[in-house]
């Protein structure tokens, strides 16, 4: 019948149903009972990979915002390491690369032997490569198995080599830093600043790392991203340097030193001790030319501590870092060197060890009247020479201790000057040293041998780093007997100079010779104290920081500082003491000093011994100073070198404005170029003459791309108008005096 | 033909002479029509389960709109259930003609733009004519084969039913939407041996059908990711990175209902779910949401309800006074079968991936109001199995 056979079909149909369900039911129960576990546990404990996602790097502005230091995209081809252990893939991928990114075969080869490369990253073959080539690469993809491009931040510095030493520049983290950058969560191929702010502000430059964190598979493939957190820019820096002033400073600074390389130094007929006369270094001609080969200079504001301009030579180009130079030609422009005087990589101005010369006189005057040694009209009778009082006269006569010391020479007379009676006002001004030695005695034998000038000069902070956001700053040494002791240990002095501390010693202090030591910002930052009665600041270097993202100005070059948000003011500097400084004893000092850079002359002092005038040492130089530019006090100094050979003389000078509107001090010190007022003393008044809008200074503008055939750490930059140089009784640049 | 409301109560009192142990409307099998409303509630929640965290702006967007179509096809069923189906058979022609009509314009724009389409854009509601090719191939076929009165399907006639659901079928691979036109091929089966095709014909169906498939790769009437899709199934641990796509979405669904376990992960508690990972979950995967969320208890309630559907459709497959009615009963019976099982199955890895939704369950309009009218089509049949 034919219903039944209809039943039969819809049995059949029914049968199909139920065993389509019965499919689908055990499979589900296989999957949520039996492979559960499994299962789950692939989706709760699921491999993940993280990639770490590198911030882009603060930027670094001058006072006015001008850009120093700024992140550039680049892109750079890399290739997937794993895919070039096989020799065979690596041909064919170098080969086929080679043409695009104008790289030969063999430089990719030798990069890949060279073992500089984390197997785990893709291996960069070719750095900066243009968006078209990026673009090309990237649309044939199918040909370039394994190849990506990467997009990285490079470092440029818009008007390098301005303020080099300052801004610092970036490196690959080395072997040493490794642990400390890996423990701060840095990645190993990062680079990270070395020298300069970029170093010392690392931390807030840097930035915060983002994250990608990617579900892997069991081949490692990334199966999903599960969390991305983008990175955090760095900080911004607004520093205290004026671009304009740094590049003067700049070129003040190397216009002396090339100036001082075309003079010569006497190379005098001295007695000898068995009374033939020849000339001090027989070696050498009867002149011997300056080789002047480095100096720096620190101009701040004395009232703020802010730094000005801070300029040391030979100087660098800082894009050399980021130039990716082989390991040859970085020797060839950076030469390897145990030559103090050829060190580029060295900011003199925080890192130079000088003696300082009669700079230091104004502290030890300061250690004389405070301590009531002396008065501020006590007169000394300077006979030209000093002979020491306290020590037994038998121990000098047996030549066991030296007890005579010299003024300098006096060029009209051939002979040590002698001033006659000198207060301390005097003796700053013309510069009498025997003054000075014998406060270095008397203050000496009047303590019984404590170390009390010592304890007044570091009061103006030496011996201790001023704590400027430089690294590698030198602390500077003051010598007493535990630093005598320390360097007899480390085979400085010999032993039997290391066993004590005497009057000799002191003498020696006080006119800034001996183990002295000190850097031109210690001495520009002394001299600051003086100038602001009394106040020692940590030196500012940092105005402001602000949070990421501080927007471009329309005018070029620069940042649009009006949009910056302030994350950390530096409004008030950070005192470092308060020096006892009364207006009775301060005003002397200042006096003296002010007639050292007094315009016009007739500032000296007419000896009441031989009636001779002395002219102050600045006195030719400053005999034409503006009345309208910033009026000064300075002092020269001239620090002694390898076997007192006149072409060895330090050039020193320190100078502050007595226009408290116009708070500037500034220090210069030029290596082996000769006395004070020649070389040192120049820079300083240029600068002072720029500051006062008195000298023409060049306008500051970006840099040309970096030359990468030269082999030169900078171009030469020297001052287009010399005419600052002028001093009376010269022609300017080459007068000597 | 005679309508009254469904709710009403049967003799509820004298007098009421519209009431009679025949009249359809005392008829609707309560049984199937709770089951079918039960799986569409189900399918709102799962809808918005799995599609709640996919559009930040309005988690509701495609919930709001499967209710909206669940009422749109509640309509549509009410008037497929109020008319006999004889009346249906006599514009099974029409209807049929109208379809291929439609799906021929949808292949020739798909032509003309050099675009696939699967669907008519009619403003907010995108019209998928396959969709309705199901309801109508169906109708004109069992129209075509109750036709004979006899209890074995003729050779000639088989042919002519070939003609008709071929038609169609190739017209929507031509789309090309592979999944739909296996739907119809399902259909034509089961209606076939019900009507008593000999199992040679069925066999030549299944060649036949195998052999359009093939021809449609060949001649590259499939899309691309069809031909992926397919690979995939074949090789699910592939390593091509062109593939890598389409196996994670499987592996990934398959993780989802491992996930699940017996007891599941709890509403709304399903990473897998939540996540990202599974591509139109909303659509194409819901009983994987289902099985992560309510775990091997709930996948296999999900079943049960279909399970029951079925077997009440069966059921009144059995009771039709008519061969008509109980063709039209086995069609959809297959179809749902089919349907349930080949999402299910791709859902679980053990079917390729189409894009055939879950009736009742997955978000879209097309496929709602053909199930519902279908399933309006089985009460039509149980209401007037007394008549």
């Known amino acids: 019948m034919a219903a039944d056979k209809r039943a039969t079909r819809l049995g059949v149909l029914a049968l199909v149903g139920l065993v389509l369900l019965s499919l689908i039911g055990v499979r589900l129960w296989f999957l949520q009972t039996v492979q559960a576990d499994e299962l789950q546990e692939r989706v709760t404990a699921s491999k993940t990979r993280t990639v770490q996602l590198v911030p882009e790097r603060g930027r670094i502005f001058d006072a006015d915002g001008r850009v120093l230091a700024d992140s550039e995209r680049v892109l750079t081809v890399a290739v997937d390491y794993q895919l070039l252990r096989r020799k065979a893939n690596r041909d064919e991928i170098f080969r086929r690369l080679s043409g695009w990114i104008d790289v030969p075969v063999e430089d990719m080869e030798a990069r890949y032997q060279s073992g500089r490369y984390s197997p785990f990253l893709p291996m960069p073959l070719k750095e900066d490569v243009t968006e078209e080539v990026a673009a090309a690469i990237l649309e044939r993809s199918e040909d370039f198995p394994g190849v990506e491009i990467l997009t990285e931040s490079r470092r440029v510095y818009p008007y390098a080599p301005h303020a080099a030493h300052v801004i610092g520049y970036m490196g690959a983290i080395t072997a040493e830093q490794e642990d400390d950058y890996r423990a701060q969560g840095y990645l190993s191929n990062e680079r990270v600043g070395q020298f300069g702010v970029e170093l010392a502000f690392e931390e807030l430059l840097h930035g915060e790392w983002g994250r990608r964190v990617y579900e892997v598979d069991a081949a490692n493939r990334p199966v999903r991203l599960l969390e991305e957190i983008p990175p955090i820019s760095g900080y911004d820096i607004q520093l205290t340097i004026d671009l304009d002033m740094q590049q003067y400073v700049e070129q003040a600074l190397e216009t002396s030193l090339y100036d001082r390389r075309q003079q010569l130094a006497p190379n005098p007929e001295v007695e000898k001790p068995d009374g033939t006369r020849e000339r001090m270094d027989p070696a050498q001609p009867e002149q011997v030319p300056f080789k002047a080969p480095a100096g720096s200079a620190v101009m701040m504001n004395y009232d703020t501590a802010e730094v000005v301009a801070m300029a040391s030579y030979p100087t660098f180009d800082n894009r050399w870092f980021e130039a990716g130079l082989s390991g040859d030609k970085f020797k060839e422009i950076f030469p390897v060197t145990d030559d103090p005087d050829q060190s580029i990589l060295v900011n003199r101005a925080a890192q130079g060890r000088y003696n300082l010369g009669s700079t230091f006189k104004p502290f030890v005057a300061y250690a004389a009247l405070e301590t009531g040694l002396l008065g501020p009209n006590d007169y000394h009778l300077d006979q030209g020479t000093y002979r020491m009082t306290t020590v037994d006269q038998d121990r000098c006569d047996a030549g066991l201790v030296r007890c005579v010391y010299k003024n300098a020479i006096c060029s009209g007379t051939g002979r040590p000057c002698t001033y006659g009676y000198v207060n301390v006002n005097d003796a700053l001004a013309v510069s009498s040293d025997t003054y000075f030695y014998r406060i270095g005695e008397e203050i000496f034998a009047a303590n019984q041998g404590a170390p009390v000038l010592q304890d007044m000069v570091k009061l103006f902070g030496f011996g201790a780093d001023t704590g400027i956001d430089l690294p590698y700053e030198f602390d500077g040494t003051v010598p007493d007997r535990e630093l005598k002791k320390r360097y007899a240990e480390l085979g400085i002095i010999t032993e039997g100079e290391g066993r004590g501390y005497y009057s000799g010693d002191n003498v020696q202090l006080a006119i800034g010779q001996g183990l002295l030591s000190a850097t031109p910002l210690q001495l520009a930052n002394g001299y600051a104290a003086i100038a602001n009665q009394g106040f020692l600041y940590r030196p500012q270097l940092v105005k402001a920081v602000f949070e990421p993202g501080v927007p471009d100005s329309d005018r070029i070059g620069f940042a649009d500082l009006s949009q910056a948000r302030v994350h950390q003011s530096f409004d008030r500097p950070e005192l470092i003491r308060q020096i006892p400084f009364e207006p009775e004893i301060r005003l002397p000092i200042v006096a003296g000093l002010r007639r050292v850079t007094a315009p016009g002359g007739g500032q000296g002092l007419n000896s009441s011994l031989t009636g001779n005038y002395h002219r102050p040492t600045g006195e030719n130089l400053f005999y034409d100073y503006p009345a309208s530019a910033i009026p000064l006090a300075g002092k020269t100094g001239t620090a002694q070198g390898a076997g007192n050979y006149p072409w060895n003389d330090s050039s020193a000078f320190a100078a502050f404005s007595i226009d408290e509107s116009r708070p500037y001090v500034m220090s210069a010190y030029l290596e082996k170029s000769g006395y004070g007022s020649q070389a040192a003393a120049p820079v300083v008044k240029c600068s002072f003459l720029a500051m006062s809008g008195l000298a023409p200074m060049d306008p500051v503008v970006p840099s040309d791309p970096l030359d990468l055939s030269s082999s030169e750490a900078a171009p030469d930059q020297r001052l287009a108008d010399t005419s600052c140089f002028a001093s009376r009784g010269g022609t300017g640049l080459g007068a000597a005096e | ?387």
Not at chain 2, 64 to 90: C, G, H, N, P
Not at chain 2, 226 to 255: C, H, K, M, W
């Open chain 2, 1 to 387: 033909m005679t309508f009254t409301l469904p709710g009403r109560r049967p003799d509820s009192g004298l007098g009421n002479l519209g009431s009679s142990p025949g009249d359809p409307a005392r008829n609707v099998d309560w049984t199937l029509l709770v089951v079918q409303y039960a799986l569409t509630v189900i399918g709102c929640f799962i809808i918005y389960s799995a599609s709640r965290t996919r559009i930040d702006s309005d988690p509701y967007a495609f919930v709001t709109r499967q209710v909206v179509f669940a009422i749109v096809a509640s309509v549509v069923m009410v008037f497929v259930m109020s008319v006999d189906y004889e009346w249906l058979k006599e514009r099974a022609r029409f209807l049929y003609g109208a379809t291929l009509v439609l799906l021929a314009l949808l292949v020739m724009v798909g032509l003309v733009t050099g675009q696939d389409r699967i669907t008519f854009d009619l403003g907010p509601f995108n019209l998928q004519p396959a969709e309705l090719a199901k309801f109508t191939t169906l109708l004109v076929l069992a129209a075509y084969l109750a036709d004979e009165r006899s209890d074995e399907v003729s050779y000639p006639r088989f042919v002519g039913g070939l003609l008709l659901v071929g038609a169609p079928t190739v017209l929507v691979i031509m789309q090309p939407d592979l999944g739909s036109a296996s739907v119809l091929i399902a259909m034509a089966m089961g209606v076939l041996l019900v009507a008593g095709a000999k199992p040679k014909y069925i066999a030549l169906i299944s060649a036949l059908s195998l052999v359009t498939v093939g021809a449609a790769f060949v001649g590259r009437f499939v899309n691309q990711y069809q031909i992926e899709r397919l690979r995939v199934f074949l090789d699910q641990e592939t390593t091509n990175p062109q593939l890598q796509d389409a196996v994670y979405q499987v592996r990934n669904s398959v993780r989802a209902v491992g996930t699940g376990g017996v007891w599941g992960q709890g509403w709304l508690q399903g990473p897998l779910t939540n996540g990202r990972d599974i591509p139109v979950m909303w659509a194409d995967f819901p009983f994987a949401a289902v099985a992560e969320q309510f775990g091997l208890v709930g996948g296999a309630a999900l079943l049960g309800l279909f399970g029951v559907a079925l077997a009440r459709i069966w059921r009144i497959a059995h009771l039709s006074r008519d061969l008509l009615g109980t063709y039209l009963c086995a069609g959809v019976f297959t179809m749902l079968l089919w349907q349930v099982f080949q999402n299910v199955g791709m859902t679980l890895g053990i079917m390729p991936v189409t894009g055939l939704p879950m009736p009742f369950i997955s978000y879209g309009g097309s496929s709602l109001i053909t199930y519902f009218a279908m399933f309006g089509l089985v009460q039509s049949v149980h209401m007037r199995r007394m008549r």
